[in-house]
T-cell receptor, first 113, second 114 residues
Framework: DAGITQSPRHKVTETGTPVTLRCHQT?????MYWYRQDPGHGLRLIHY???????DKGEVSDGYSVSRSKTEDFLLTLESATSSQTSVYFC????????????FGDGTRLSIL | GNSVTQMEGPVTLSEEAFLTINCTYT??????LFWYVQYPGEGLQLLLK?????DKGSNKGFEATYRKETTSFHLEKGSVQVSDSAVYFC?????????????FGTGTRLKVLA
């Protein structure tokens, strides 16, 4: 299994508070991705990174920011959490190349009350 | 634009039945195609892949053939087990993307009854 660790695995917080989710990899892969998974929507890309300090937006980036200061860590921040951001968040990594698969972490279940 | 369409679930089968989960795609060029499986409480795991037309991906008794003429990548298994109960996702990686952003289907839940 690919070495991907997401933390925390579960979190409950209140509307308006900041939240940071962490993705840590031991594979030295260049590409990292943050997705959210919601019933009926499959996986939707929030942000991705193609190198240290190189990031770009996905399809549902509003309300989220990311940072990647080291190859192994990719942080997702909700500056002021809202109830609509209650979801399961997955990190994925890839070596890059159209025929290379993405490998996923076990997810973070985030509930915003 | 690029898109993936999967059949609606849930799909409910008896053990040892034949499984087909349909997946069709829209993409320019020659995308790579993938099937992932997700068990409860876990992340997605790569099940199989195909990177060019007529390729057949296979793993753990599951198969899928990349059909460019019908833009399809249907997942099949000859005899399902209770342990195959999970959510299955079809995905594509566009050949023209330099950032390797996948497009995922919405997932199909499979329930296998003993």
């Amino acid at each position: 299994d690919a070495g991907i660790t997401q933390s925390p695995r579960h979190k409950v917080t209140e509307t308006g508070t900041p939240v940071t989710l962490r993705c840590h990899q031991t594979e030295n892969h260049r590409y990292m991705y943050w997705y959210r998974q919601d019933p009926g929507h499959g996986l939707r890309l929030i942000h991705y990174s193609y190198g240290v300090k190189d990031t770009d937006k996905g399809e549902v980036s509003d309300g989220y920011s990311v940072s990647r200061s080291k190859t192994e860590d990719f942080l997702l921040t909700l500056e002021s959490a809202t109830s609509s951001q209650t979801s399961v968040y997955f990190c994925a990594i890839s070596e890059g190349g159209a025929n290379q698969p993405q490998h996923f972490g076990d997810g973070t279940r985030l509930s915003i009350l | 634009g690029n898109s993936v369409t999967q059949m609606e679930g849930p799909v409910t089968l008896s053990e040892e039945a034949f499984l087909t989960i349909n997946c069709t795609y829209t993409a320019t060029g020659y995308p790579s195609l993938f099937w992932y499986v997700q068990y409860p409480g876990e992340g997605l795991q790569l099940l199989l892949k195909a990177t060019k037309a007529d390729d057949k991906g296979s793993n753990k008794g599951f198969e899928a053939t990349y059909r460019k003429e019908t833009t399809s990548f249907h997942l099949e298994k000859g005899s399902v087990q209770v342990s195959d109960s999970a959510v299955y996702f079809c995905a594509l990686s566009p050949s023209t993307s330099g950032t390797y952003k996948y497009i995922f289907g919405t997932g199909t839940r499979l329930k296998v009854l003993a």
